[in-house]
C-alpha cells in the first residue's frame, strides 16, 4: 500500500513542480508576426505583431532584427485627415493583455533594411522587456513576410 500511494503522489508532485516553475513571472507569447515587403527601391518597410503575457505586466522596451539597421516602435493616429506617426519609447502591456502592432495603428517600422525582402521569407525580430522588479526578457519572434497590400 505505502509503494502505491508514493506511486499515486509522484505525478502530483511533478505537476505541483511544474506549474511553480512556470508561473514566476512574466510569460510572453505572440501571434501574428509579420513585415511588409518594401516598395522597390526603398530601404524602409513596417511590420506588426500580438505579444501577449500572463503572469505579470511588462513593458516592450524595443526590438532589432537581423533584416534592418534599426527598428523603431511607432504610435499612429489621424489628425484633421492626415496620418501622423510618431517614434516611442516603449509600449506597457499588463497582465493577461495582449499588445496589437499593425498596419494603421501601432507598429514597427524597419529603417536601413540590409536585404532585398520577398513575400513567403521570414524575419527574425528580438523584443526587449522589463518586467516591474526591473528583470530584462526577450522574445524572440519569426516574422512572415508579406506582399503588399496583404
Known sequence: ?????????APALIAACSQSAETDGPVLSYEDAFVMAPIAGRDVTMGGIEISVEGGNVTLTGAISDIAGTVEMHTMEMNDGSMQMRPVESFEIADGETLTLERGGNHLMFFSLVEDLSAGEVANISFSFETETGETLTLEAEAEVRAQGE
Open 1 to 9: 500500500m505505502k509503494r502505491l500511494s508514493a506511486l499515486l503522489l
